[in-house]
């Protein structure tokens, strides 16, 4: 079993940067890829940005991307998520996700699907005001 946790939400004025965190942990060996989702009300979740296990890859969502950077952390399997210039469309749940047993990250369309992922957190809010 792994547990992933997430942290660095809050509120911010449009414009801001947030820095989410994520740790996953329970498993002895082994790094995963990991990656990024959010979920706004009413909205379906949606694919933010995910990282291979060894950082070579990272991919981004089209509303992201230029604004957003997915990296690992020093500490084994955790990844951090810098967003600048946010907006008030960036409000949402943000939930990170570890992809132990699937394929791994070798296009987008992998890395943007929620199914590619087998362990998720709770999930920490974002809310940006206008």
């Known amino acids: 079993q792994v547990q992933v946790a997430e942290s660095g939400g809050g509120l911010v004025q449009a414009g801001g940067s947030l820095r989410l965190s994520c740790a996953a942990s329970g498993r002895t060996g082994g790094r995963y890829s990991m990656g990024w989702f959010r979920q706004a009300p009413g909205k379906e979740r949606e694919f933010v940005a995910a990282?291979?296990?060894?950082?070579?890859?990272?991919y981004y969502a089209n509303s992201v991307k230029g604004r957003s950077t997915i990296s690992r952390g020093n500490a084994e399997n955790t990844v951090h998520l810098q967003m600048n210039s946010l907006k008030p469309e960036d409000t949402a749940v943000y939930y990170c996700?570890?992809?132990?047993?699937?394929?791994?990250?070798?296009?987008?369309?992998?890395?943007?699907?929620?199914?590619?992922?087998?362990?998720w957190g709770q999930g920490t809010q974002v809310t940006v005001s206008s």
């Open positions: 996700a570890a992809a132990v047993y699937g394929p791994a990250l070798k296009e987008y369309k992998v890395a943007g699907e929620a199914r590619t992922y087998d362990y």
């Open positions: 990282i291979t296990w060894s950082g070579d890859k990272t």
